[in-house]
């Protein structure tokens, strides 16, 4: 069953690989409370 507190952030995600792969940016920082998901975002 879909957990309707999660969902795919596909737009976060393009502008984050997008910005890194024409060299706009070449690092950026996850800043949040811990258990916030920032480590299954990188993964997934
Ligand atoms: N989008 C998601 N969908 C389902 N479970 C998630 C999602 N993001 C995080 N989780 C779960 O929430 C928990 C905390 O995520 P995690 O990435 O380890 O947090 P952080 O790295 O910010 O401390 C983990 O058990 C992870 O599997
Ligand atoms: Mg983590």
């Given at each position: 069953?879909?957990?309707?507190?999660?969902?795919?952030?596909?737009?976060?995600?393009?502008?984050?690989?997008?910005?890194?792969?024409?060299?706009?940016?070449?690092?950026?920082?996850?800043?949040?409370?811990?258990?916030i998901?920032?480590?299954?975002?990188?993964?997934?």
């Open positions: 069953m879909q957990d309707i507190w999660h969902f795919p952030r596909k737009e976060l995600t393009g502008k984050l690989t997008n910005a890194i792969r024409y060299n706009i940016i070449h690092s950026f920082t996850l800043f949040a409370p811990r258990r998901g920032k480590t299954y975002f990188l993964n997934y």
